[in-house]
């Protein structure tokens, strides 16, 4: 599952070159980096990590707000971030539910002689449906 939300940063007020990463629409979700790269990488990180949780604890993702509806005050700017959820979850994810699957015999022959992961199938192809209807 691909998200993008609009976030908003904030200069560090020393002057540094840091900037403050907050999400309108992930309530809490509160970041920063010392530069524009690493205040890039931690608000995906954060903004990711955020919806993770709402997902493993069942609730909906927050629709994103559009870019322009974002205000930011003078200093501030705003700017997309996008979620690789997939790849987040696969690396970070912990909540697993154990399903029992039943298929055909001759199904379960083709699996077995081709060395396929059912769950890995049923994993991708529930996302993708998951996805479709964001």
């Known amino acids: 599952?691909?998200?993008?939300?609009?976030?908003?940063?904030?200069?560090?007020?020393?002057?540094s070159g840091g900037y403050t990463v907050e999400f309108p629409d992930l309530p809490g979700c509160v970041t920063e980096g010392e530069d524009m790269a690493e205040?890039?990488?931690?608000?995906?990180?954060?903004?990711?990590?955020?919806?993770?949780?709402?997902?493993?604890?069942?609730?909906?993702v927050p629709h994103a707000s559009l870019i322009q509806d974002v205000t930011a005050e003078p200093g501030q700017f705003v700017s997309l971030v996008a979620l690789d959820m997939d790849a987040y979850a696969a690396k970070y994810g912990s909540n697993a539910?154990?399903?029992?699957?039943?298929?055909?015999?001759w199904l379960n022959t083709f699996v077995e002689q081709n060395g396929i992961s059912c769950s890995k199938v049923l994993q991708e192809a529930l996302g993708k449906m998951a996805q479709a209807r964001q």
């Open 1 to 15: 599952m691909k998200l993008v939300y609009p976030a908003l940063f904030t200069p560090f007020e020393d002057g």
């Open 39 to 60: 205040a890039l990488f931690m608000a995906e990180d954060a903004a990711s990590g955020w919806v993770l949780t709402e997902l493993e604890d069942g609730n909906p």
């Open 97 to 105: 539910v154990k399903k029992t699957l039943t298929i055909p015999a």
